[in-house]
C-alpha cells in the first residue's frame, strides 16, 4: 500500500496534512495549482475534501469509478467526491448515525455539480429493491426541476443556484435510500423582474418558450421569442449557447411525471409562469391626474384567465390602493411608479410563493410512508459568499448565511477539535483562529443587530427610508469593529465607500453593501388589494400559496431578514445533531476556462473557505480518532487477545490490540475515551488487516452456518423417516432402516456391558478394600472369587510328585485351607506312588530303608550310594565256581559280590567272592570255600563311619570252626551289608566305628585297622603292624 501511495504523491501531495510547509499559503497553492495542472481537482486536508471546478468533462465520474469508491477505505484512493460520500454512508451504515455534506465555495464554484455526483453516486451504489426504485427515480429527477426554477444563468455561472438548498436523503436500516426532504433558502425572487447586464431570468422561463408545444403556448397566450418579455430581455442574453433550453425541457416534462405532477397541476404550474411574464409586459401610463393607468388591456386578459380573476379587478388592484382608514376602506390610485413596483411585487411573490409550493410537492412525493427508523445524510448546497461591484439586500444575505455556516464549522472542527484534545487529556499545541462570532453578532443580535435595525425602520411610523436606515446604523453599531461606512470611515478610506453604503469586515473578506432597496426588500410588500385578487384566484397552485386566513390576519408578517434569520438557525440546528463532512469547492477563474488557474482569485478563495486554518489545526492534530468502544469493536478480530470477546475495560482492550498489531507510540495517542491516530497510512494498515481478516471471519462462519443448515436438514430428513440419499430405492432404505436398529441393538447392549464391567470393578475394589474384614456383604464377592481364583490356579501349580515341596502361595484367608489342601494333596501323591511300585521294586525299597536305618548320617559316602539302585546280586550263578555251587547246594545263593579279603596276619589282598544264602556267609576263592559264616556264629559286623569299603565280619572266638573275623573290602559296602543285614535278621549286627577297630585274629590275638583321611585312597599295613586305611573325604560329609 505504501508504493501506491507514493505514485499517487506523485503530484504534489494529496493530502495537505502530509505538506511538509503547512503553514504557508504559497506553497498550499502550489500544490492545488500542481494537481489541477494534471486534471487532479481533489485534494484532501485529512477529510475535509477541497475541490477546484476544472470547467470540462474529466471522464472522472463513471461507473467504474463508483464501483472503484465503494467500500473501499477512505485514504486508499485518490481523493475524490466519492470517498466522501462512500465515507459518510459507510459511517451511517456501521454506526447508524446521521451526517451531513456541507458544499461550500463561491458562485460557480462547483457545489451544486458536486452535490448531483453525490446523489448519483448514492443512486448507483446503494443497495436497492424494484419497489424502492421509484423513490431513487424521484430523489434524482427532482432536481432538474428544481434546478429549472431555481437556477439561473448569472455572470459567474451559467446555471447559478438562486436558492439554497438543504436536502436529506432517508435510508432504511439496510441502507437503501426510501426517501427524502428539502428545504429551500431565500429564493433571488427580485430576478424574475429585473437581471443583471449578461444575467437570465430562471431557466423555467426559457425553457418553456423554447421547448413547449404550440398547442400550450396558445393556451398560455404567449409567443415563443423571449425577446418579446420584459422579465426576459433586460440581461440580453436570452439565448446562451452554453444552455440548450429545448432538452432540459424535455427533462423537466418528464420528470414531472416522475414526481407525481398530474396534469391539473402542470396546467396551473405553467399558468403562473404565464402570467408572470404577462405581468411583465403590462404597461403603465401617467394620466393627467399623475395616476397609472393602463392602457393595453391585453396582457392582463391572459392574467385573469390564467389565474382565474375577473381582469377589472386585477385591473384596479395594480393601479390602486386600498387604504384603510379607521372603519371604512377608501380607494386611492397609485402614482406610475408605485404602479409598477405593484406589478413586479405581484410578480415576486406569485413566482416565489409558487416555488415554495413546488418544493413542498416535491416533498410529498419524495416522502417515505413507512415509520420506520430512518438515517439520513444531508446535502447543503447553498449560495458561497458573494461580493459584486454592488451588492445588495440578496448579498448582505447570502453573506450572513456563510458567516453562519463558518461559525458552524468553527464550532464542528476548529473549536471542537481543540476542546477535545482538552477533554481527552492529549497533549498539544492551541491554534490561533479568528472566531467569527463577533461577526454574526453584528448581523443578528436580538435588539441591537442591523437585522433587528433594518426591521425597526420597516415597521417605524413616519417617513423611513434606506438612508434613514444607514444613519441608524452609524448610531446602534457604528462602534463596532467590523462595521464601516462613509461617515465613520477616516479621510483615508472614504472614497471607497458611498454615501449609500455601509462595509462589513467579514471573515473572507470586507464586503460594501448599498442600502438601496434594503427596506423594501426585507418589507417584502405585496398591498393588500393584489393579495386580496390573489386569494380569490381559482388557480389550484395560487389558492394553497394565497390563503384567505392571511387576509384575516391583521398582524405584519416577519420580514424577509428575520424569516431569513430564522431558517438559518433552525438549519444550523438540524446540522449541529449530524456528523459534518466538508466540501469546500474553488473556483479557479472567472471566466469558466477550464486550465485556467487565477493564483489570486484562488489565493482569496482559500483564505476565507478557511483552509489553512482548518490545515494548521488537523496537522497539529491527529489524522483520526475513535472511541475506544468503536475501534475495539470495529478491529478486535486483528488480536487474538481481543477476539471474540474483550472483557476488560475498552481502553486496555485498545492498547493490547495495538500493541499486537505493533503501533509506534508516535503513531497514537491514548485519550480518556478516545484512541487518536496520527498518521493516516497508520489508518490504512490496519484497515487492510481488518479487510482481511473479515474475509477469513466470513468464510469461518459460512461454513459452520452451512454445516448447521445441513445438519438441521439431514435431522429432519431422519425423524421423517426420509431417505437421505436421493437416487436410492425402496431396499435401500430398509436396509438402511434395518442398519439402524441394529447398531441401536448393538450400542445398547455395549452401554450394558460398560455399565456391568463399572458396576463389577467398583464392586472388586470394594471387596479388595474390605477383604480382611469379617465376611459381609461387602467382600462376600470378592472372597468368593478369590477363592475361585485360587482354587483354579491351584490346579496347575500342584506338585507332580512325591518329591516336589512347591505350593502355590494362599491369600491369607485361604491359608489354613491351603494346609489342609497340600496335606491331601501330598498324601495322594505318595498313595499314588506307592500303589505305582513293583514287588522286586518293593523289596528294593525296603533294602533302601534298612540301609537308611543303618547308615544315614553315620558313614560317609551314604547319600551318594543312595541314589545308586540296589542289584539282585554281582555275581551271576555262572561265575560262580560249579564245585563252591555243589558244596552249598543246599542252600540257595541269595547274593553274591565280588569282594578283597585281608590276611589277617600280613594283610595280603586277594580277590574273593563273598556269598550269601540264607543260613551264611561265604568267602569263596574259585572252587574253594575259604571261609564260611553261620549266621548263627555271626558276632557283628563293623565298617567305619569314612567312605572306604573296608568291612569287618566279626565271628565268635569261641566257634572253634572259624578262622576269626573275615577283613573284606567291597565297592558295594551299603548293599553287601544291608543284604547281610536282612539274611541274619539282626538289626543291631552294624556297628560304624570311627578311628579304628581291633578285629580278632585267632585266640588271644587281635589286629587293628586304623581309618584316616587323605589326598588319596590307600590300604597298606603300617609300621605297627596295623592296617591302615586312607579314604579321600566326599563332598556331602
Ligand atoms: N466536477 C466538475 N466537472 C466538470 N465541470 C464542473 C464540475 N463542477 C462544476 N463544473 C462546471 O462549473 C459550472 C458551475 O458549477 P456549479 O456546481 O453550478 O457551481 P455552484 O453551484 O458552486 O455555483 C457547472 O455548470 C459545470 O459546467
Ligand atoms: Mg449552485
Not at 594 to 610: A, E, M, N, T, V
Not at 737 to 747: C, S
Amino acid at each position: 500500500m505504501e508504493s501506491t501511495l507514493t505514485a499517487r504523491d506523485k503530484v504534489g501531495v494529496q493530502d495537505f496534512v502530509l505538506l511538509d510547509a503547512y503553514t504557508s499559503e504559497s506553497a498550499f497553492l502550489d500544490n492545488l495549482r500542481k494537481r489541477f495542472s494534471e486534471n487532479l481537482i481533489y485534494t484532501y486536508i485529512g477529510t475535509l475534501l477541497v475541490s477546484v471546478n476544472p470547467y470540462q468533462e474529466l471522464g472522472i465520474y463513471t461507473m467504474s469509478q463508483m464501483e472503484l469508491y465503494q467500500g473501499v477505505n477512505f485514504f486508499e484512493l485518490p481523493p475524490h467526491v466519492y470517498a466522501i460520500a462512500d465515507n459518510a454512508y459507510r459511517m451511517m451504515c456501521s454506526e447508524l448515525t446521521n451526517h451531513f455534506i456541507l458544499i461550500s465555495g463561491e458562485s460557480g464554484a462547483g457545489k451544486t455539480e458536486a452535490s448531483k455526483k453525490i446523489l448519483q453516486y448514492f443512486a448507483v451504489t446503494c443497495p436497492m429493491t424494484e419497489s424502492l426504485q421509484i423513490a431513487r427515480d424521484r430523489l434524482l429527477l427532482s432536481n432538474p426541476v428544481l434546478e429549472a426554477f431555481g437556477n439561473a444563468k448569472t455572470l459567474r455561472n451559467d446555471n447559478s443556484s438562486r436558492f439554497g438548498k438543504y436536502m436529506d436523503i432517508q435510508f432504511d436500516y439496510k441502507g437503501i435510500p426510501v426517501g427524502g426532504h428539502i428545504i429551500s433558502y431565500l429564493i433571488e425572487k427580485s430576478r424574475v423582474v429585473y437581471q443583471n447586464q449578461g444575467e437570465r431570468n430562471f431557466h423555467i422561463f426559457y425553457q418553456l418558450l423554447e421547448g413547449g408545444e404550440e398547442e400550450l403556448l396558445a393556451y398560455l397566450g404567449l409567443e415563443r421569442d423571449p425577446q418579446l418579455y420584459k422579465y426576459l430581455s433586460q440581461g440580453h442574453c436570452a439565448k446562451e449557447s452554453s444552455i440548450n433550453d429545448k432538452n432540459d425541457w424535455k427533462t423537466v416534462s418528464s420528470a414531472f411525471s416522475v414526481i407525481d405532477f398530474t396534469e391539473d397541476d402542470l396546467e396551473n404550474l405553467f399558468g403562473i409562469l404565464a402570467s408572470v411574464l404577462h405581468l411583465g409586459n403590462v404597461c403603465f401610463e401617467e394620466n393627467h391626474q399623475g395616476c397609472a393607468t393602463i392602457p393595453d388591456t391585453h396582457e392582463i386578459k391572459w392574467i385573469a384567465k390564467l389565474l382565474g380573476v375577473h381582469p377589472s379587478i386585477l385591473l384596479e388592484a395594480l393601479t390602486h390602493r386600498k387604504i384603510e382608514a379607521k372603519t371604512e376602506e377608501v380607494i386611492c390610485p397609485l402614482t406610475l411608479e408605485l404602479s409598477v413596483y405593484a406589478r413586479d411585487a405581484m410578480a415576486k411573490a406569485i413566482y416565489g410563493r409558487t416555488f415554495t409550493w413546488l418544493v413542498n410537492k416535491i416533498n410529498s412525493s419524495l416522502v417515505n410512508k413507512d415509520f420506520t427508523k430512518k438515517t439520513v445524510i444531508g446535502l447543503l448546497d447553498i449560495y458561497g459568499f458573494e461580493v459584486f461591484d454592488k451588492n445588495g439586500f440578496e448579498q448582505f444575505c447570502i453573506n450572513y448565511c456563510n458567516e453562519k455556516l463558518q461559525q458552524l464549522l468553527i464550532e464542528r472542527t476548529l473549536k471542537a477539535e481543540q476542546a477535545e484534545y482538552e477533554m481527552e487529556g492529549i497533549e498539544w499545541e492551541p491554534i490561533q483562529y479568528f472566531n467569527n462570532k463577533i461577526i454574526c453578532d453584528l448581523v443578528d443580535e436580538r435588539h441591537k443587530g442591523i437585522i433587528s435595525i433594518l426591521d425597526e425602520e420597516c415597521i417605524r411610523p413616519g417617513p423611513a427610508t434606506d438612508l434613514s436606515f444607514l444613519e441608524k446604523l452609524e448610531e446602534r453599531v457604528g462602534q463596532h469593529a467590523h462595521f464601516q461606512t462613509r461617515k465613520l470611515a477616516g479621510p483615508k478610506g472614504r472614497k471607497r465607500i458611498g454615501w449609500m453604503e455601509f462595509r462589513l469586515s467579514h471573515y473572507a473578506g470586507e464586503v460594501t453593501y448599498c442600502t438601496k432597496g434594503f427596506l423594501e426588500k426585507n418589507n417584502d410588500l405585496l398591498y393588500r388589494h393584489l393579495k386580496e385578487v390573489l386569494c380569490s384566484s381559482k388557480n389550484r397552485i395560487l389558492k394553497d400559496c394565497f390563503l384567505v386566513a392571511e387576509l384575516e390576519n391583521r398582524r405584519r408578517p416577519p420580514t424577509v431578514g428575520t424569516q431569513f434569520k430564522n431558517s438559518l438557525s433552525s438549519l444550523l440546528e438540524i446540522l449541529i445533531s449530524k456528523e459534518p463532512s466538508y466540501i469546500r469547492c474553488i473556483k479557479p477563474n472567472e471566466r469558466k476556462e477550464p486550465s485556467k488557474f487565477d493564483d489570486l482569485l484562488i489565493r482569496h478563495q482559500i483564505k476565507y473557505l478557511g483552509l489553512m486554518e482548518h490545515l494548521r489545526v488537523r496537522r497539529a492534530g491527529f489524522a483520526h480518532r475513535r472511541k475506544y468502544e468503536h475501534f475495539l469493536q470495529r478491529y478486535k478480530s486483528l488480536c487474538p487477545d481481543t477476539w471474540p470477546h474483550w472483557h476488560g475495560p475498552p481502553a486496555e482492550g485498545v492498547e493490547r490490540l495495538i500493541q499486537y498489531i505493533g503501533y509506534t507510540p508516535e503513531e497514537y495517542k491514548l485519550g480518556r475515551t478516545k484512541i487518536f491516530i496520527r498518521f493516516p497510512r497508520t489508518l490504512f494498515a490496519t484497515e487492510d488487516a481488518f479487510e482481511f481478516s473479515k474475509h477469513q471471519l466470513v468464510a469461518r462462519i459460512q461454513a459452520t452456518y452451512k454445516a448447521c443448515l445441513e445438519r438441521r436438514v439431514y435431522v429432519r430428513k431422519r425423524h421423517a423417516g426420509m431417505c437421505l440419499f436421493p437416487k436410492c430405492n425402496q431396499s435401500t432404505c430398509a436396509a438402511i432402516t434395518l442398519e439402524a436398529h441394529w447398531r441401536g441393538a448393538l450400542a445398547r447392549k455395549l452401554a450394558k456391558r460398560r455399565k456391568w464391567a463399572v458396576w463389577t470393578v467398583r464392586k472388586f475394589i470394594k471387596g479388595f478394600i474390605n477383604r480382611n474384614k469379617p465376611l459381609c456383604p461387602d467382600n462376600e464377592e470378592f472372597i468368593v472369587f478369590v477363592r475361585k481364583n485360587y482354587i483354579l490356579n491351584l490346579r496347575y501349580h500342584v506338585p507332580k510328585n512325591v518329591l516336589d515341596k512347591s505350593w502355590l502361595r494362599p491369600p491369607g484367608i485361604l491359608e489354613n485351607a491351603s494346609d489342609l489342601l497340600r496335606k491331601m494333596c501330598t498324601r495322594n501323591l505318595v498313595r499314588k506312588y506307592c500303589r505305582g511300585i513293583t514287588a522286586e521294586r518293593k523289596a528294593l525299597m525296603q533294602q533302601k530303608v534298612v540301609t537308611s536305618e543303618l547308615f544315614r548320617a553315620k558313614k560317609e559316602g551314604y547319600a551318594e550310594a543312595l541314589n545308586q539302585p540296589f542289584a539282585n546280586s554281582r555275581i551271576d550263578e555262572g561265575d560262580i565256581n560249579p564245585k563252591v555251587l555243589q558244596l552249598i547246594s543246599s542252600e540257595k545263593i541269595q547274593y553274591g559280590v565280588p569282594v578283597i579279603k585281608y590276611d589277617r596276619k600280613g594283610f595280603r589282598a586277594r580277590e574273593r567272592q563273598f556269598l550269601l544264602t540264607q543260613k551264611a556267609a561265604y568267602v569263596v576263592e574259585l572252587a574253594k570255600i575259604k571261609q564260611k559264616i553261620a549266621y548263627s556264629a555271626l558276632k557283628g559286623v563293623s565298617t567305619s563311619s569314612l567312605s572306604d569299603g573296608i568291612l569287618v565280619i566279626h565271628v565268635s572266638p569261641e566257634d572253634s570252626k572259624q578262622k576269626g573275623d573275615a577283613v573284606l573290602q567291597c565297592e558295594h559296602i551299603f548293599e553287601a551289608i544291608t543284604k547281610l543285614v536282612m539274611l541274619v535278621k539282626r538289626g543291631n549286627i552294624v556297628n560304624v566305628v570311627q578311628g579304628s577297630l581291633r578285629f580278632y585274629i585267632s585266640p588271644g590275638k587281635e589286629g587293628t585297622i586304623v581309618f584316616d583321611t587323605g589326598p588319596e585312597e590307600q590300604i597298606y599295613k603300617d609300621k605297627n603292624g596295623q592296617l591302615t586305611v586312607v579314604s579321600v573325604r566326599t563332598t556331602s560329609s
